[in-house]
């Protein structure tokens, strides 16, 4: 079983807002850490936005200020918000998360190695593909 879900992929115009949702497989499963990545054909992969389990939010400097990550705490929801969508942002975007109880901070995985990521988001989802045209 897939332990994480995204939806709300699709196709935007250059400049549009678009939301994507993340949700665990075990809907009442609370993580340690959770995050947003993308990876852009052709390119490695890469952290935009983490989430704490104490609700802070860390961002990658390539998409702080247009994308906002937060979190449904009832509906236990990941979600990424997207504004000012460019063709750049062409991507699969993939939800991830920590299943350990300790570990690093959420947030030291920004312009690490893929191996020290996956150290620490351990759970992925399939992703969900997004496309900017003009």
């Known amino acids: 079983q897939v332990p994480l879900v995204e939806s709300g992929g699709g196709s935007v115009h250059t400049g549009a807002s678009h939301g994507l949702s993340c949700t665990p497989s075990e809907h009442s499963k609370r993580y340690r850490c959770m995050g947003w990545f993308r990876q852009i054909s052709g390119k490695e992969r890469e952290g935009l936005a983490v989430?704490?389990?104490?609700?802070?939010?860390t961002y990658a400097d390539s998409v702080k200020g247009r994308f906002t990550v937060s979190k449904d705490n009832v509906k236990n929801i990941l979600h990424l918000q997207m504004n000012n969508l460019q063709p750049g942002d062409t991507a699969m975007y993939y939800c991830a998360a920590d299943d350990a109880i300790a570990g690093p901070g959420c947030e030291t995985i920004f312009g690490k190695r893929s191996d020290y990521v996956t150290l620490i988001y351990s759970l992925w989802g399939k992703g969900t593909q997004v496309t900017v045209s003009q």
């Open positions: 989430y704490d389990a104490d609700g802070r939010a």
